[in-house]
């Protein structure tokens, strides 16, 4: 993978100094121009796509690529991204929460339906009494991973808990699952330590898993309420350069594109 000056990408780790070192403009903003934050791998790939579009309606996006879902917003908020996308509505809402970041969705770019995998064991039904079980730590992808194993009849949860809630509000675990709490990026390189875990899409995909052949149970991809979008800061959702950036994602060559490599395990969400 070529990481330099063709499309001047940089790479963030996760140590948050890094986003501090991510240019001097800070939150400057050219008309023509967007620094955009994305997670490396198979989003990264599709933006490419998009920014041979924006290209030709004269927007030059620069992508800068994370590791994690844990710096992004920090960096948008500080001034060093001028916007980013990776992230969906429960996430963002968890950030804002936590951090009370003044941060606004303006564009759905793709949903990637989260699914249950497992080295061990073939089937989900065959998940073992006393199972470890691995879920992400993040407070909205948490929610999601004991939504999907409610919803598929691993366990029961305390009615009213909507998209966040927690292993506290497990009422009922017939196979007496424990639930290993991990960081999303971590998850695959630990599953042969578990019975089986949740994973994102986008790890799952770049851990070599294919979704729709590996994946034991998966969300159903309609209504789903986890659409990733573009974000930005509150005070710039206006300007007309993130309507262009929008305008680049939400097209039919993004779209082809989406659906030629990923065949469903990734779809458009706008």
């Known amino acids: ?11 963030a780790g996760t140590a948050l ?3 501090f070192a991510l240019g001097a403009a800070g939150s400057a903003l050219a008309a023509d121009t967007v ?3 994305v997670i490396g791998g198979d989003e990264e790939r599709i933006w490419e796509v998009a920014r041979k579009v924006a290209a030709r309606d004269g927007l030059d996006i ?3 690529t994370f590791s994690d879902y844990a710096i992004p917003n920090e960096a948008l908020a500080k ?3 001028d916007a980013n996308a990776f992230q969906h509505k429960p996430y963002l809402d968890s950030q804002i929460a936590a951090r009370g970041y003044k941060i606004v969705p303006v564009g759905y770019t793709l949903v990637e339906p989260i699914g249950f995998y497992s080295k061990k064991i073939k089937a989900f039904a065959d998940l073992p009494d006393g199972a470890s079980v691995g879920i992400p730590n993040d407070p909205s992808n ?3 991973a004991l939504n999907l194993l409610a919803a598929h009849g691993l366990i029961k949860l305390k009615p009213g808990t909507g998209l966040l809630p927690t292993v506290l509000d497990v009422t009922d675990n017939p196979k007496h699952v424990v639930f290993k709490e991990l960081d999303a990026a971590q998850i695959p390189n630990l599953l042969p330590d578990l019975d089986g875990a949740v994973i994102n899409t986008n790890y799952a995909l770049g851990a070599g898993f294919s979704p729709q052949t590996d994946a034991l149970v998966q969300e159903s991809r309609t209504d789903n309420p986890y659409g990733n979008f573009i974000a930005v800061r ?3 959702k206006d300007k ?4 262009k950036l929008v305008a680049s994602y939400q097209n039919k060559e993004v779209a082809d594109f989406i659906q030629a490599q990923f065949r469903g395990a990734i779809q458009p969400a706008w």
């Open 240 to 243: 007309p350069v993130f309507r």
């Open 35 to 37: 620094k955009l934050g």
């Open 1 to 11: 993978m070529t990481l330099l000056s063709p499309t001047r990408r940089r790479f």
């Open 17 to 19: 100094a890094l986003v």
């Open 234 to 236: 509150a005070e710039d």
């Open 142 to 144: 948490g929610g999601r």
């Open 79 to 81: 001034g060093d991204l």
């Open 62 to 64: 620069e992508l800068i």
